[in-house]
């Protein structure tokens, strides 16, 4: 059976882990499945959660699948306490892609139930507003397929789209991402682009969307490679394009030339609100869905936007520096870091200056990076907290921290600056901290405790399987 989302949602359900909530009560369309989540953060959990009744609407919602390392694992089917081996696992499965065939049944899953004509309606969508200052309802996590003119080749990527009435949704594209060249080379020529969205799948579909690569890049086979089966495609019914077969839901459509709306405030990933913009307006030809469908939806100023392209660019960025510094241990851009604006790095350092080697490969191959942290391979990379007691306890401001200044970096960065630092632009300040001991001279010991011991000692064997001491709770 192919993996979709009813089969991931199974599998979760199924390890009985605190990686999946579900929701019976009653929950409002608008405002309520974000603050949710934000109530769960507060108490330090991150889970994906599925909402069984959505007011007005009969579809359940699923969102947070991408809010924690340990849902990563998941889709890959790692153990979620292993996290070096998930980054290791993504290189691995990446770098065999597998190529999308044909689906051979007699009717494709996400065509049981289709729309077209007066019978489209994006309204009967359970699309919600996130925050209160977004300017309008939008889809967060629809995977986008258009073709370019000019190669024929497909291209998938993953982009918002704010409901602008029964048949028509916005589409903000990033001028430097795929589907913006895409969208220019056809408008360039005068003709409209073809575009389906699909909503609702595996999560390796949304992570492989996010792979980095040229134009040509097949992203489906990236999927396929992550899924370790090939992508089932079907043909649309109103445009020339294939999508995924067991996708929950595609909405088809064309983007006029010169079509622009307004578009925002919109709640970014760095939590604010963006400003608002101009974007192509796609006109829905088509609706198609599943038979009693799973709506999936993304938190877009949460931790879980970032985590769906965080182990692209941890793998880009760990072939990347390890041909500078091949003693690199790990890569990390924990969700601190906002948009991957904190990258953590750890190394088993050679020669002195490497640490700071290292942090200019990162700032080299990744203009989204503002701080780097440079570790030895004693800290755990994936805990914040010894990651910051390494800059408390090893570094001196004036001898390990180097700073660049007016670098390229993201441009939504609220404190980002232009030619002079009194105006807005896409540059930053960026910074290498280089926590790790120097290699000439003592340096304190760390405390730890004796490793046979550790490995001897399960807590369960003292604590019991509930966690607790004795019966009344004594110690």
Not at 33 to 54: C, D, H, S, W
Not at 134 to 144: A, E, F, V
Not at 273 to 294: C, D, F, L, W
Request: with cysteine.
């Amino acid at each position: 059976m192919a993996k979709d989302l009813r089969s991931f949602i199974d599998g979760l359900r199924a390890s009985r882990s605190a990686d999946l909530v579900e929701i019976e009560r009653e929950i409002p369309r608008d405002l309520f499945m974000t603050l949710i989540q934000e109530k769960l953060a507060k108490e330090g959990r991150y889970p994906a959660v599925l909402f069984r009744n959505v007011a007005g609407h009969g579809w359940p919602v699923v969102t947070g699948l991408f809010s924690s390392y340990s849902l990563l694992a998941r889709m890959l089917e790692v153990d979620p306490t292993d996290k070096k081996r998930v980054l290791s696992e993504y290189m691995r499965r990446e770098a065999g892609p597998i190529a999308p065939i044909a689906f051979t049944g007699t009717t494709a899953p996400v065509h049981e139930i289709v729309m077209t004509g007066d019978d489209i309606d994006l309204d009967r969508l359970p699309v919600q507003k996130h925050c209160a200052g977004d300017s309008g309802r939008y889809i967060t996590i629809g995977c986008m397929i258009c073709r370019d003119p000019v190669s024929g080749v497909a291209n998938v990527g993953t982009y918002r789209h704010e409901l602008k009435g029964r048949t028509r949704m916005g589409c903000m594209m990033n001028p430097v991402q795929h589907a913006a060249t895409i969208r220019n080379r056809h408008h360039g020529a005068g003709k409209a682009m073809e575009v389906a969205v699909f909503i609702g799948h595996h999560p390796a579909y949304h992570v492989g969307a996010a792979s980095r690569g040229p134009l040509e890049h097949d992203e489906l086979a990236v999927t396929g490679g992550l899924l370790g089966e090939a992508v089932e495609l079907v043909a649309c019914k109103t445009v020339d394009l294939k999508v995924p077969a067991h996708a929950e839901v595609v909405i088809e459509g064309r983007i006029a030339p010169d079509s622009f709306e307004n578009d925002g405030p919109f709640a970014e990933y760095a939590g604010y609100y963006g400003a608002p913009m101009k974007v192509p307006v796609i006109e829905v030809t088509a609706i198609t869905h599943r038979r009693q469908p799973i709506w999936h939806d993304l938190f877009p100023s949460f931790r879980e936007h970032t985590q769906v392209g965080v182990l692209g660019r941890e793998a880009q960025l760990f072939r990347r520096v390890r041909e500078i510094v091949p003693t690199l241990d790990a890569i990390h851009l924990p969700p601190s870091g906002a948009n991957f604006w904190h990258c953590y790095v750890s190394l088993r350092k050679r020669v002195q200056g490497e640490g700071k080697l290292a942090g200019l490969a990162v700032l080299g191959s990744n203009y989204d990076v503002k701080h780097v942290i440079v570790v030895d391979d004693d800290i755990d990379i994936y805990d914040d907290q010894e990651v910051l007691w390494a800059v408390a306890t090893r570094v001196q401001a004036d001898a390990d921290c180097s700073i660049v200044t007016n670098s390229f970096g993201a441009h939504l960065d609220p404190t980002a600056y232009g030619e002079t630092r009194s105006e807005r632009g896409p540059m930053t300040t960026k910074v290498i901290v280089d926590t790790t001991r120097p290699l000439n001279r003592e340096f304190a010991q760390r405390v730890r405790p004796a490793a046979q011991l550790w490995d001897a000692v399960n807590l369960r064997d003292y604590l019991g399987p509930g966690g607790a001491g004795a019966a009344d709770g004594r110690p």
